[in-house]
């Protein structure tokens, strides 16, 4: 799943270079490396994207070893449920035995085997089981901008991975709630990673969300037709907008989650990305050609042009050859305002 | 005079595009704008402009219409004595009798008829009396980054314009001895704004600093010469280094001041420019294209990239195409620690 509208990390990231198109934290992008993570596990020729029909052409080019065809192109961006029930019914069409792992396109993961080794069993318990299983991170700290998964009952174990019935999705807590949630032990990140048959997801789709469903049959039965660009175009933008988790996976009939810790970061922000970066001296970390001058506790980005910074704290800077970005850590989130406001403005070309 | 390094100014300044090179106050650069504001006194083939040989062509190009012979290019910088000596020379070859007023090239004047008139009167008062004249502004705070001269007895007066004998030049005061100096009321800025006769000037080089007075006279006598190019390059970096106040003007047989006030700045870093220019919302200050959310007392300047910034106070942002220097207004001086650390890495593209 590489969608998304790259706001969050603005001036680094555009509409037509969102956040999955960016080397955030190495010499690779994000979709990059989310693709060379599984190619042990997973051969190239079984690896398919869905991204924006606007970003398709880049990410073809990113990933030339993936055939142009596994590249997706959404015509407009509609929620996880209808990509997820897009892609199953792709890999249906040349696979009805299809075991799928579905994984956002923009996350970091430190420690790669272990993160291979739970997909692996995550994969071999849905084949054998069915039903809907979702990767849940133990949680490190009480995080207030994730969702959370209770874990009920245990139900098995695979190559040493424990899988338990998944009892509920719970919202973004506050920061009370998350302390208790951390405490508790019963609760995980909900990373946002699956496991299924792909045929297992599409029938669930179909038994509760059958509009959905319609539209989505409409698509797959112009499979293979020369008119099926214009099906998709017509019908993709009509579909039902609605997460996987709260649209499928909570009703699901028979619902897993496998408890995991392999140094998962959703990387959502400019400190999420220092979170997973070396820092110099002052805590400050750096990326690109910087002079960090009696700074603390800053990000500073030159990604394009150098930046030297003096004298100052805990402060996010982000220099790109068009527009640079200057926003203390703990308000970094409102940078979504300032691309509201270059939009408001006109300034499209920023945008 | 156009010489300096500019250091002050980074990144907008640098070794190829010095202070006065910038439009740093208005769409023009400072050295256009100080050309223009004496050419309603002084035609464009009485104008004379010494700058470094490095900029010499980019000052040519600036002003075309100034004939090319009158830009002075200095094959190294040896301070103002030898500036002002150099430039005397070369106006005596034309002209025995020339009256010069000299000024730098990169300062701001907010009162652009009352600086003419004062000129006028100052040229008028040396082209009369002889000797040397120099501008001092009536400081309108305590300033401790200029140095101050000491009015002596009142000599009389040209078109309304005061002149006084020059008692002495006091060197830099600390924060207590500039309150009392702008409280007693006989002490002025030092502008670094000369009139003289050039043969006047010259007389006095000759007589207080012969050694200097012999190198220059080595250049003079090429002029015309087929080989002036290499005497200039061969002998003006060997000439004595000092500046004209301390080497010329201080022990000079009959030296002036005269007080002036026409809104002189020497926007000598960038919350001086900051001074100059009109603030927006909570003080800010900003050029170029910029979003200044939550912001107070900042200096933004999008030179080329835009300049977003969000909750930020009293803050530098200067951002051009290849840098972005962040720095607090109050440590806008350290600066000068970037340009040398950028030396020292090597990245002198940035220089």
Redesign the interface.
């Known amino acids: 799943m590489a969608g998304g509208s790259g706001t969050r990390f603005?001036?680094a990231s555009r509409r037509l270079r969102p956040k999955q198109l960016l080397s955030l934290v190495s010499e690779s992008t994000l979709l990059s490396a989310t693709v060379d993570r599984i190619l042990p596990l997973v051969p190239a020729e079984r690896i398919w994207v869905v991204t924006t029909e606007a970003t398709a052409g880049a990410t073809r080019n990113l990933l030339p070893t993936l055939g142009a065809d596994h590249i997706l192109g959404e015509p407009e961006g509609r929620d996880t449920a209808a990509c997820v029930g897009w892609a199953a019914d792709v890999l249906l069409a040349s696979d009805p035995e299809a075991v799928t792992v579905v994984l956002p396109a923009d996350h970091v993961i430190t420690d790669p085997e272990g993160f291979r080794s739970a997909l692996a069993a995550g994969a071999a318990w849905v084949a054998a089981e069915g039903g809907l299983l979702t990767f849940g991170v133990r949680p490190s700290r009480p995080e207030t901008g994730f969702g959370y998964l209770r874990i009920g009952s245990r139900s098995g174990a695979t190559d040493g991975h424990d899988v338990h019935v998944l009892d509920r999705f719970v919202e973004k807590p506050d920061a009370d709630t998350a302390r208790g949630y951390v405490a508790n032990g019963r609760f995980l990140w909900n990373s946002g990673m699956f496991a299924w048959r792909a045929a297992d997801l599409r029938a669930e789709i179909e038994r509760q969300l059958p509009i959905l469903a319609a539209g989505l049959d409409r698509i797959a039965a112009a499979h293979g037709r020369a008119d099926r660009q214009r099906v998709l175009a017509d019908v993709y933008p009509t579909l039902q907008r609605i997460s996987v988790d709260f649209g499928v996976m909570e009703g699901a009939s028979r619902c897993w989650t496998m408890p995991v810790e392999f140094g998962w970061s959703d990387v959502g922000s400019w400190p999420a990305v220092a979170d997973v970066l070396p820092a110099g001296d002052g805590g400050t970390v750096t990326r690109g050609?910087v002079?960090a001058?009696d700074t603390s506790g800053c990000i500073l980005i030159?990604n394009?042009?150098?930046?030297?910074?003096?004298?100052?704290r805990d402060?996010v800077?982000v220099?790109?050859?068009?527009?640079?970005?200057?926003?203390?850590v703990e308000?970094a989130q409102?940078?979504k305002?300032?691309v509201s406001?270059?939009k408001d403005?006109g300034?499209d070309d920023?945008l």
């Open positions: 603005w001036p050609r002079v001058l030159g394009g042009p150098a930046v030297a910074a003096v004298e100052v402060l800077v220099a790109t050859h068009d527009a640079v970005l200057v926003v203390p308000h409102r940078v305002e300032v406001i270059l403005r300034w920023l």
